[in-house]
């Protein structure tokens, strides 16, 4: 039985004003909901959805798996052989794409996995390749695996594979390149693939001894250390890095290969700020694939673009991609590129935000404030403001300077369309002509209409 | 600036009566305390404030509005007294006149005579009471309690509690208050002590603690008191919280009432006075 | 020559009631001859062609409409700053209690703790928050009508699992912890409980037992369709547990239209489970109106019936002719016709007691009529005439104007939520009217409402009107004058 009659009544009010300012007048203490309409048109599929009597309990099951995720680094391995690649298969970040469609950076890379796995000598030959489907692309996210920027992951590149000990559960992700130009970028110079021969040939099997003489690495306790370190796990991995080297280093020397080898891996490593966002991709990844396949939950379990389109997939809606067009980027610039030189927004990585990480941390990460937005009263704002959209807080990743609050975590459809508040995403920007590389790093969103779009496959898959 | 209140109904009279002047007992961010000529204490609180049954109580925490700032400084209150009447409290505080509206009414709990407490809810607060301080020499208590239905021992271990201890609120009252209290629901003879604080708490502590005193003697008192007797006696309020709100209140005032409760809780029992 | 101006602004959404406000206070400024501030539903748009404005190009109903009209520029840039400030002093959404202000219920509910939410938004909209403030654990109040009856049944469901309570949907008053919501009033601490699937005729009962110094524990809104054959009483059960269960409740009162007959039978078997008496005011023919069942209670309770006040106006003797009630209280309205209809015989209505006496609410008709002003047909798209007279006002007009009127019945609500001066604004009009026609005016107001009723009162008694507190009596003096005159 409510309680109502036997305590300090507490107001909640959502709508017309003048019933606020009466029960104020009458020292009633009132908290006014800012309350706005929901996105257009949504009203019935809002409705329906909200009276699903699976959504709670499904919601708070995929809350429950998301928290409950352990990411373990177990293994590097080539791609091949951990995703079942053949030598003509090609993985790409985002929802699905043809090469028509696909963006210059896409092209760029996937230009240079080609000549890398020796497909094709001039890097040119690469289109007619894929049109003819001599080269078949498919979406990372559809092997268990994620790419940041083009994604793109070819059978003889070495990935990382985390395991979750609990459920056996694991995800994959190739190894960072560093800055700059990068195939990831969408470069495909001959200085892109000798580096990539070199991290087939030394980087990944030294890691691979580490790892295999570790045992294991704990991820989700670095990106818990992390996040109170000043890393928000997309735009800043520094501490994450670091930390992650800690735990290798011993075990790299320990190891058969060349002390010259392993000194080139720890230097390449540690010189590269961003390298343990390919572990903390897959680490994000593991725990939203618990939550997938959730009957009546609307939770996103992923957000990923390929730099033509952005996809969103929910948990009540098992493997469908909800797209739009991708957005560009507003940001910082690298030397004289512009706003003009942006591609659209690409990669696997806003896996990161989808967790609870990025962009929903950004208020962890007062270092990069200036990158991605402005001011550190910014960064705080852009947290407070994700907690609007979010179903719950992370136990494990605490926000010092908001008094230790869990990261805003696991975006709801509904409250998205409810309240117009979109995920707010930190991310690189590629150049939009393939092989021009990395040109800024920035802020963008999803856009808006994708997920009134999912809404309706929720309203649709309701049994109320 | 005007500030809606809602007010106790013990307040009514000199809320809506023709307006009088008032003069300042003390103010902290939680609370400023008021005082008519004729000895009644209007308390203002702060929504987060423990409700004393002659408050006035905001909608805003002391966090959001700290009270002392509306007060006039210190040594200008003398000077500056308050006005009460035609619903509303009024005077002229640093940076202004304050008005606080009396905008609705609100009934402080009052205790029902005639229920038994449960023994092993009795212990369990003997329990969490022995872990805190009450700010007072535990002889006086035990003077109390040694005193049992004994009128003439009872009136004499109350007049050595009244006004002991630092404060506005002396823990030695909140030990007689919550005796009074404890004695009204579990039906047992408090007639020495009744008489004692009739008698002698006008003079003996200060104005707030004797107003406050007078409300137990009517069964009437904070709701933390309230939700504790109604758990002692079983009445389906779970017991863990409502001790820990108890104890909660003040820095030693729940402890020193839930001390006065066990204390009356030895008595025995008034034949009838209990169902 | 004069300017227009008509812009739709995208993005920026403000409530029905205060762009009302806002528009009114615009279309005052000096200079200003028309002024619509809207939301740009496809109503507003088309109060937009009937004040000849052109409609913007794009205009959706999340764009607000700023239309303006004025006599030269300097007018229309006067005009434009008046909707500038006007929309600018929206008190800060936020209250004082939050960093940034929270955008829905859940959200204000995770830094607050639950509370009792009262939503108000427009009725499609009010089933996703009211469910979003039951998720949160908040006990839910809405004001809010359109709201499909699957729809309440399902919250009130969902409220009874998780142990709280849903008031309304079209929840027009409530008065929990001495609080008045919605149109409501400001009651002291008392012995009486209400649930009420009737908003006015639980405000006629509150103000009846103020007057005669009688405080409430509670009252509790529950929605006009909760004594339903549908809803089946889900929350009039809830409310009289949370009262039974309340030890400061002695007597609990149920106030509502007559229900559908097995809902009424098992609610008034769940009453004789409690321990708490309780008395059924049901406005209908042949039961007890709803100022005896004031008298009942306060009987019941050991206290004195007062005499009700009154304010003798004039004239005694209005020519012959016919009755015609025009009220913003739908039940009211009904308690008025079921007493005028014994009296007089047919009572044309919009929501008549018998189908075949229904008549069309926007023009007058021949007879004895009254009009519920507060009825979904006349509301659409506007504020309640509690708050907006303006359609009243016109038919009070029309109707002293018809020859065939003999008397004028209205009723007049104060309280929060309520206009801030109705009786300035309908005495001027009944002070207008002949000799040959009377006003009779029933006024529901508690002492502590920031309107004082006792003001009012006196300004429609010197505009000639007979005021009654008791909406009962008002009707049956409003039924004495007809006759006298026949």
């Given at each position: 039985?409510t309680?109502l009659?036997?305590r300090d ?9 003048l019933?606020a300012?009466?029960a104020?007048?009458?020292?009633a203490?009132?908290?006014r ?5 929901p996105?257009p048109g ?8 909200m ?7 499904a919601?708070?099951e995929?809350?429950?798996r ?8 177990v293994?590097v391995?080539?791609?091949r052989d951990a995703?079942?690649?053949?030598p ?9 794409i043809d090469?028509?469609r696909a963006s ?8 240079g ?8 000598e ?10 003819r489907?001599e080269i078949t692309?498919?979406?990372c ?8 920027m ?8 070495w ?18 390149e ?6 990831r970028?969408?470069?495909y110079s ?11 040939a ?5 890691l691979?001894?580490a ?6 690495v704990?991820?989700?306790a670095?990106l818990a250390q ?5 890393d928000?796990?997309?735009?800043r ?16 020397i ?5 002390s ?10 540690g010189g590269n ?10 680490a ?15 939770m996103?379990?992923?957000m990923?673009?390929?730099g033509?389109?952005?996809g ?7 493997n469908?991609w909800?797209?739009g ?8 610039f690298?030397g ?11 990669g ?8 609870g990480?990025?962009g ?11 990158f991605v ?7 705080l704002a ?5 907690y ?19 990261t805003?975590l696991?975006?709801?459809v ?5 309240t ?10 590629a150049g939009?002509?393939?092989?021009t590389?990395q040109?800024?790093?920035?802020l ?12 309706r496959?929720l309203?649709?898959?309701t049994t109320? | 600036m005007?500030v809606?209140a809602?007010f ?16 300042w007992l003390?103010a902290?961010?939680?609370a400023?305390y008021?005082?008519t ?16 049954p002659c ?9 959001e ?5 509306l ?8 000077a500056a007294?308050?006005s ?7 005077w ?6 304050v008005?606080?509206a009396?905008?609705?009414a ?22 969490a ?11 006086l208590?035990a003077?109390?309690a ?6 003439e ?20 009252d ?9 004695a009204?629901v ?20 200060t104005a707030?603690?004797?107003?406050l ?6 069964g ?6 309230a939700?504790?007797v ?6 389906c309020?779970?017991?863990?919280g ?7 209140v003040?820095?030693?005032s729940?402890?020193a009432l ?6 009356a ?10 169902r | 020559?004069s300017?227009?101006?008509?812009e739709?602004r995208?993005g920026a ?6 762009l009302?406000q ?5 279309a ?9 501030v809207?939301m740009?539903?496809e109503?507003?748009?088309d109060l937009l062609?009937?004040m ?5 190009a794009?205009?959706g109903?999340?764009?607000l ?8 520029d300097?007018a ?12 600018a002093?929206r ?5 004082s209690?939050a ?5 829905t219920?859940s959200?204000a509910?995770r ?7 009262l939503?108000?938004?427009p009725g499609q909209?009010?089933?996703?928050e009211?469910?979003d403030a039951?998720d949160?654990?908040?006990d839910?109040?809405?004001f ?6 699957e729809q309440?049944?399902?919250l009130?469901d969902?409220?009874a ?7 309304g949907p079209?929840?027009g ?5 001495g609080i008045?919501?919605?149109?409501s ?9 209400m649930v009420?699937?009737?908003g ?8 009846l037992l103020?007057?005669?110094?009688v405080g ?5 809104g529950?929605g006009?369709?909760?004594l339903s ?8 059960r ?13 007597l609990?009162i ?6 559908a ?7 008034r078997?769940y009453a004789q ?16 109106d709803?100022t ?20 003798a ?9 016919s009755l ?11 308690e008025?016709m079921?007493?005028?209809?014994q009296?007089l015989?047919?009572?044309?209505s919009n929501?008549p ?6 008549v069309?609410?926007k ?6 009529t009254?009009?519920?002003?507060g009825d ?5 798209g ?11 006002l016109?038919?009070l007009a ?5 020859p065939a ?7 007049v ?5 309520a206009?801030?001066d ?16 009377a ?6 107001g508690?002492?502590a409402?920031p309107?004082?009723l006792?003001?009012?009162a006196g300004?429609?008694?010197l505009?000639?009107a007979?005021?009654f507190t ?6 049956r003096?409003?039924c004495d004058?007809i006759?006298?005159?026949?």
């Amino acid at each position: 039985m409510t309680d109502l009659l036997n305590r300090d009544v507490e107001l909640i009010t959502a709508g017309v004003d003048l019933f606020a300012d009466a029960a104020q007048l009458q020292a009633a203490r009132v908290i006014r909901v800012d309350w706005l309409p929901p996105m257009p048109g949504t009203e019935t599929d809002l409705a329906a959805v909200m009276a699903d009597p699976r959504r709670t309990a499904a919601n708070a099951e995929a809350v429950r798996r998301v928290q409950a995720a352990r990411a373990m680094l177990v293994d590097v391995v080539p791609a091949r052989d951990a995703l079942g690649l053949g030598p003509r298969d090609i993985l790409h970040a985002g929802p699905p794409i043809d090469w028509a469609r696909a963006s210059g950076p896409l092209r760029g890379a996937l230009m240079g996995a080609a000549v890398f796995e020796g497909l094709v000598e001039d890097p040119d030959q690469t289109a007619a390749l894929v049109e003819r489907g001599e080269i078949t692309l498919d979406s990372c996210h559809h092997h268990h695996a994620v790419g940041p920027m083009a994604g793109v992951t070819s059978p003889s590149m070495w990935v990382f594979v985390l395991e979750d000990p609990a459920t056996g559960r694991r995800t994959y992700c190739s190894l960072n390149e560093g800055l700059g130009k990068v195939l990831r970028y969408g470069a495909y110079s001959p200085e892109v693939i000798t580096r990539l021969r070199w991290m087939s040939a030394v980087l990944g099997p030294v890691l691979q001894a580490a790892v295999r003489a570790q045992g294991s690495v704990d991820i989700t306790a670095i990106l818990a250390q992390m996040v109170q370190m000043g890393d928000e796990g997309h735009n800043r991995n520094r501490a994450g890095t670091l930390m992650l080297l800690r735990e290798l280093v011993p075990a790299m020397i320990n190891t058969d290969f060349p002390s010259s080898d392993i000194a080139e891996a720890a230097r390449f490593v540690g010189g590269n700020d961003h390298f343990f966002l390919n572990v903390g991709m897959p680490a994000c990844k593991l725990a939203l694939d618990a939550a997938r396949d959730i009957p009546g939950s609307t939770m996103v379990v992923a957000m990923a673009r390929n730099g033509t389109d952005f996809g969103l997939q929910v948990s009540g809606t098992g493997n469908e991609w909800f797209t739009g067009p991708a957005l560009t980027p507003e940001g910082l610039f690298l030397g004289e590129y512009g706003p003009e030189d942006a591609n659209p927004d690409i990669g696997d990585s806003a896996i990161t935000e989808t967790a609870g990480l990025g962009g929903f941390a950004m208020a962890a990460a007062p270092a990069i404030v200036r990158f991605v937005g402005g001011s550190v009263a910014d960064a705080l704002a852009n947290t407070r403001r994700m907690y609007e959209i979010t179903l719950s807080e992370h136990d494990m990743f605490a926000v010092p300077v908001l008094d230790f609050r869990g990261t805003p975590l696991g975006i709801d459809v509904t409250k998205v369309v409810r309240t117009g508040i979109l995920p707010q995403i930190n991310t690189g920007m590629a150049g939009k002509v393939a092989g021009t590389g990395q040109v800024g790093a920035g802020l963008v969103t999803p856009p808006a209409e994708i997920f009134p779009a999912a809404l309706r496959a929720l309203a649709g898959s309701t049994t109320f | 600036m005007r500030v809606p209140a809602a007010f106790s109904t013990a307040l009514r009279t000199v809320l809506t009566g023709p307006v009088q002047p008032v003069e300042w007992l003390g103010a902290s961010p939680s609370a400023l305390y008021l005082i008519t000529r004729t000895g009644t204490v209007l308390a203002i609180l702060t929504h987060d404030a423990a409700r004393l049954p002659c408050s006035l109580v905001l909608a805003s925490t002391a966090a959001e509005l700290p009270l002392i700032d509306l007060a006039p400084e210190p040594d200008r209150r003398l000077a500056a007294p308050a006005s009460v009447g035609a619903r509303r409290v009024q005077w002229c505080g640093p940076s202004g006149v304050v008005t606080v509206a009396a905008a609705r009414a609100w009934a402080p709990p009052v205790i029902t005579v005639g229920a038994a407490p449960w023994p092993a809810a009795l212990d369990q607060l003997r329990a969490a009471v022995a872990t805190h301080d009450i700010g007072i020499e535990t002889t006086l208590v035990a003077q109390l309690a040694r005193a049992g239905a004994d009128p003439e021992a009872q009136f004499a271990a109350v007049a050595a509690l009244l006004g002991r201890g630092p404060g506005l609120t002396p823990s030695g009252d909140d030990v007689v208050a919550g005796y009074l209290l404890g004695a009204r629901v579990f039906g047992r003879p408090v007639s020495g002590a009744a008489v004692a604080v009739a008698e002698l708490a006008g003079n003996a502590t200060t104005a707030l603690s004797a107003q406050l005193l007078r409300h137990a003697m009517r069964g009437e008192c904070i709701a933390q008191v309230a939700a504790a007797v109604a758990a002692l006696a079983g009445r389906c309020t779970p017991l863990d919280g409502a001790i820990d709100r108890l104890l909660a209140v003040g820095h030693t005032s729940g402890a020193a009432l839930a001390t006065g409760l066990l204390t009356a809780a030895a008595l025995p029992v008034v034949a009838g006075a209990v169902r | 020559m004069s300017v227009e101006h008509v812009e739709a602004r995208s993005g920026a959404y403000a409530d029905s009631v205060t762009l009302m406000q806002v528009s009114r206070r615009v279309a005052s400024t000096a200079g200003v001859d028309a002024a619509l501030v809207a939301m740009g539903s496809e109503l507003n748009l088309d109060l937009l062609d009937g004040m000849r404005f052109a409609r913007p190009a794009t205009a959706g109903p999340n764009d607000l409409i700023v239309a303006l009209r004025a006599q030269d520029d300097a007018a229309m840039a006067a005009g434009l700053a008046v909707v500038a400030e006007a929309l600018a002093a929206r008190p800060n959404p936020s209250g004082s209690f939050a960093e940034l202000p929270p955008r829905t219920v859940s959200a204000a509910a995770r830094a607050t703790g639950p509370a009792l939410a009262l939503i108000s938004v427009p009725g499609q909209h009010a089933f996703t928050e009211a469910m979003d403030a039951l998720d949160a654990g908040c006990d839910v109040m809405i004001f809010s009508d359109n709201v499909s009856v699957e729809q309440e049944i399902r919250l009130k469901d969902v409220a009874a699992e998780r142990g709280l309570l849903v008031l309304g949907p079209d929840c027009g008053t409530a008065v929990v912890g001495g609080i008045g919501l919605g149109f409501s009033h400001t009651l002291d601490p008392g012995p009486v409980g209400m649930v009420a699937a009737s908003g006015t005729g639980a405000q006629q009962i509150l103000c009846l037992l103020d007057a005669a110094g009688v405080g409430i524990t509670a009252a509790l809104g529950v929605g006009g369709r909760d004594l339903s054959a549908a809803v089946a009483g889900r929350s009039t059960r809830a409310a009289l547990a949370a009262l039974d269960d309340d030890p400061a409740t002695e007597l609990i009162i149920v106030v509502s239209k007559p229900p559908a007959d097995d809902v009424a039978a098992d609610v008034r078997a769940y009453a004789q489970t409690l321990r708490t008496p309780v008395h059924f005011a049901l406005i209908g023919a042949g039961q007890p109106d709803l100022t005896a069942a004031a008298e009942q209670a306060l009987t019941a309770l050991g206290a004195d019936v007062p005499t009700w006040p009154t304010w003798a106006g004039r004239p005694d003797q209005p020519r012959s002719g016919s009755l015609r009630g025009l009220f913003a209280g739908g039940t009211l309205c009904d308690e008025a016709m079921v007493i005028a209809s014994q009296r007089l015989g047919p009572i044309g209505s919009n929501i008549p007691l018998r189908p075949e006496w229904r008549v069309d609410a926007k023009k007058p008709a021949a007879g004895h009529t009254m009009i519920d002003f507060g009825d979904d047909e006349l509301t659409a798209g506007r504020p309640h005439p509690m708050i907006d007279q303006t359609l009243r006002l016109e038919r009070l007009a029309a109707e002293a104007q018809d020859p065939a009127t003999s008397v004028i019945l209205l009723d007049v609500v104060l309280g929060h939520g309520a206009h801030p001066d109705p009786a300035g604004e309908l005495a001027p009009a009944i002070a207008a009217m002949g000799d040959d026609v009377a006003v009779v005016v029933s006024i529901l107001g508690a002492k502590a409402d920031p309107q004082e009723l006792t003001e009012q009162a006196g300004a429609l008694q010197l505009a000639g009107a007979h005021v009654f507190t008791s909406n009962a009596q008002a009707a049956r003096f409003a039924c004495d004058l007809i006759e006298a005159a026949r």
